[in-house]
Structure formats: structure tokens, C-alpha cells
């Protein structure tokens, strides 16, 4: 196997690892079905380098519609804390998180790199699209990581969910 994907493939699963501790870690139930989530997309990344590395390109679609559930989410979250308050919303994991986006930055770094160095149309074509996906799961953690350090500004805010529409 190409060190390239082998590469990908530890990265993904590190992130998938990173992403089942932070679930097992989070107290809001909410929360914690987002890093679920995360774990699972990661867990499908991982799955698309293996077929690029075996040349069996596009059996597994890229893209995900994760930023609607993760937005989803974070209105549920909203409708909790309106509710019951934020006393399921530690800073103590803030650090945990900012991690996880820093990864999420180095994954979607790693794969447009990759994507500009190949010649090959195919895996060109996939490497964006990882990029793309990470560069969504990065958005989420921001997200969460706003939420968790100011939740009554943040929700306050009209425009309090930062996600773009993909």
C-alpha cells in the first residue's frame, strides 16, 4: 500500500479514536451523538482511501449531510438549555475539542496537499472532497467549542449556528 493512503488511513483512525473518547467524555447526550457521528464519518473516510489505495475509486459516496444533523443537534441542545440550563455544558473539555478541530485542520491540509500533487483525475477528485468534509467537521467542533465556552451568547445570537449550507 501506498505510504500516502496508509498515511490517511492512520490519520482517520486516530480521529475515529479521538472522536469515541470525546462521545464517552461528553455529559450532554446530545453532544455526545454529534462526536458519534464525527467517529462514524471518519470511520466511512477511512473506508474511501482504502478503496483508492486498492484503485477502486467512488464505490463510497464522499460527501455527507452531517452539517444538518450536527445542526440538528445544536438546536436540541438550544431547546435543553432554554429548558434546563447549561449545567451539561463544561468548559473542561474545551481543550479536547480545539484538538479535535486541529486535527480536523491537518486532515483537510493533508488532503488538498495530496489532492495537488496527483495526477491522477480520480483520486485528485476524492482528496477534495475528503478536504471538503473535514474542513464541515471543523466547523462543527468551532461550533461546539463557541457553544461550550459562551452558551448563553452564543445562543442568544439569531445567527448562533455558524454552518454553512454545503
Sequence with gaps: MDDIYQFAIDFEQENQEFYRECADNAENERLKN????????EEKHEKIVRELA??????EE???DIVPRAREAFEK?????QQQGSENLTVDQVDIYREAQELEQKSSNFYTEKAEETDQEDVREVFEKLAAEEKKHEEILENIIEMVNKPQTWLDDPEWYHLDEY
Design 34 to 41: 454529534v462526536f458519534v457521528e464525527l467517529a462514524q464519518e
Design 54 to 59: 486498492e484503485e477502486r475509486v467512488g464505490e
Design 62 to 64: 464522499v460527501e455527507s
Design 77 to 81: 441542545i438550544v431547546e435543553d438549555f
